[in-house]
Every structure is written in C-alpha cells, then in structure tokens.
C-alpha cells in the first residue's frame, strides 16, 4: 500500500478556471473524505482528496496552483501517474438531515458524501461557494442528486452574494441540521466552527505531507495530531483543542505560516 500503482490516466474534464478532474482505474476501497498520494513522475509527490469514488474508476480534482499541480494540469490521456492509499479517515455521515459547505475546491472533498447519502435518502443541503463565478464547478453534478443547492459568489456574479459563512449562518438560523460537514479555506472553516451551535461538525483539514502515513510528523496539528492518519477529517470534539486550527500552518520546512 506505501509504494505507488502506477495507472494510466484514463479521462482529464476541464472543470472550471485552471481545475481539473482526472480519472483513473483504481480498484482499492475508498470512503468519501479519503486522500491519495499522487506521485507525478520526475516532479513531486502531493496528496489529493478523492473527488469521485466508483468500485472501479476513481478521481482527483485540482486546482493549477504550484509546480507540482502545474505539472499534474498538463498531464494528457494516456499519461502515467503513481497513486499511494487510500489515507486517512472519512466524514462519519451522521442523521438523517446534513449540511454540506464546500469552499472553493473544497467541494471536491465532500461531492462522493453527498451522492452517497442521496442514494440513501437523506435530507442534504449543500452550499457551494467560490470567489467568482469562474471557479465554481461540480454544480450540475450536485444537481443530479436530490440535495438542495446553495450557490454563492464573493463577488455576486452568481447565486448569493456573499461569503458562504454568512449564508450558512442564514440557513442555521432558520433550520436545525443534525451535522455540519466541510471542507475549504481554513478560515472559512473555523468561522463555522464557531458558528456551529450543537450541531455535530466536520472539517477536512490540509496540511503539508511528505509520507502520508504518519511517519514523518510534517503535517501534525494541535498535541501531535496528524492529518494523515488522525485526519483529514476532524470532528468538533477534536478541533475544540486544536490550537492552530484557522491560526497557522507549517511549510515544508516545519517554519509556521499564517493562515
């Protein structure tokens, strides 16, 4: 499980603004809120949230941000990559009447919960936020499930103007839910962290990794916690002690960076 398959990339969708699904045979089970280790040969080693989960085929979808998802962005059809995993824990899918906030590419992380929870017939709300119109994909995926969707903009060029923090405090204002499931900017997470009332909560977390499997310490949150095997995925009982959660995070050095 620690060394890499090697798959053949066997479909690359253009999502959105310099984001990317790929998909690839891979036959392991995953559970929705698991990560791989994408090696991307003769650049880097990364870890991706599983994005798409069928018994089969499997998927990741990034965002072209630095050199190594630069290099994964102009990968084609046909091209090898290395896969490491599944990793890490899933979203414990708790009640019967879930909210789901996906900041950014964060929504990738969280779509696999959602259709599975709409095939088991599961009240489910989703807020699916973005800076710009531009960036927001997985919009008609998430239409094709029986969730209720939420679209909002920073800049108010579709759906709600405004932060989805604000419109999810909106929602919880008006309406109980059971959990509270996200994934996306740190700060965005914390905000509904401290927002989040009784509700139960989940986050996934990112953090910077070099193994993947808890050896190295590189991505270690709070008292030793580490992303890779005590995460991704956090719950309110957890974070409540995190210290550093939505305050800072480390390079690749281990030097702490401002989040």
């Not at 698991?34 to 085929?57: A, G, L, N, T």
């Not at 002690?241 to 050095?253: H, L, P, Q, T």
């Amino acid at each position: 499980m620690n060394y890499p398959k090697i798959v053949k990339i066997i479909e690359i969708k253009n999502e959105a603004k310099n984001t990317k699904t790929i998909k690839f045979k891979y036959s392991e089970k995953v559970k929705p809120g698991q990560f791989f280790m994408i090696w991307i040969p003769d650049v880097d080693e990364i870890p991706m949230s599983v994005s798409y989960i069928d018994k089969r085929i499997k998927a990741i979808t990034f965002r072209n941000i630095g050199d190594a998802t630069n290099a994964l962005y102009n990968l084609k059809k046909d091209d090898k990559i290395g896969i490491r995993g599944p990793y890490g824990n899933g979203f414990k899918l708790i009640g019967n009447n879930i909210l789901f906030i996906g900041g950014g590419t964060g929504i990738a992380t969280i779509a696999p919960s959602i259709e599975l929870l709409s095939k088991n017939n599961a009240i489910i709300t989703v807020i699916l936020g973005a800076k710009t119109k531009n960036e927001l994909f997985f919009e008609q995926r998430i239409k094709k499930t029986s969730a209720k969707l939420y679209v909002c903009t920073d800049d108010g060029s579709k759906g709600y103007h405004g932060l989805a923090t604000d419109l999810t405090e909106e929602l919880i204002a008006k309406k109980n839910y059971d959990s509270i499931i996200t994934c996306g900017p740190e700060l965005m997470m914390k905000k509904l962290f401290e927002k989040r009332k009784k509700m139960n909560f989940q986050a996934s977390l990112e953090r910077f990794m070099k193994c993947g499997f808890g050896i190295c310490g590189q991505c270690c949150v709070g008292d030793g916690l580490r992303v890779c095997v005590e995460g991704p995925v956090f719950d309110e009982n957890i974070l409540k002690y995190v210290k550093d959660f939505g305050i800072f995070k480390r390079d690749s050095s281990g030097k702490k960076i401002k989040i």
